[in-house]
């Protein structure tokens, strides 16, 4: 069983940038894909970055791509998204999840989460 600990939220300006950290821990995360989600008030949760732990392969949603950017340290068994330009509209809680298995979009696909950490965006 893996257990993911998110950390690195906060309250930035437009325009600002902001890292979050994904610890994972409980058990080798090798095959994994670990991904970012956020969900802001109102809205469903919704696919932002995706990593394959093996290969190291990324994926992004279209509104993030060029501004985040998801990245792995294997020996801290830590997945980070560093978003920069950062807008009102990226206001949300971020969650770390993990699925055994190659990356799929949709939430339902992910069986381990982390807590969420909140990000907010201010105009």
């Known amino acids: 069983q893996v257990q993911l600990v998110e950390s690195g939220g906060g309250l930035v300006q437009t325009g600002g940038s902001l890292r979050l950290s994904c610890a994972a821990s409980?058990?080798?995360?090798?095959?994994?894909?670990m991904a970012w989600f956020r969900q802001a008030p109102g809205k469903e949760r919704e696919f932002v970055a995706a990593?394959?732990?093996?290969?190291?392969?990324?994926d992004y949603a279209n509104s993030v791509k060029g501004r985040f950017t998801i990245s792995k340290d294997n020996a801290k068994n830590t997945v980070y998204l560093q978003m920069e330009s950062l807008k009102f509209e990226d206001t949300a809680v971020y969650y770390c999840?993990?699925?055994?298995?190659?990356?799929?979009?949709?939430?339902?696909?992910?069986?381990?989460w982390g807590q969420g950490t909140q990000v907010t965006v201010s105009s």
């Open positions: 999840a993990a699925r055994l298995g190659p990356r799929r979009y949709s939430r339902y696909a992910y069986d381990t």
């Open positions: 409980g058990r080798t995360i090798s095959g994994y894909t």
């Open positions: 990593i394959s732990w093996s290969s190291g392969s990324t």
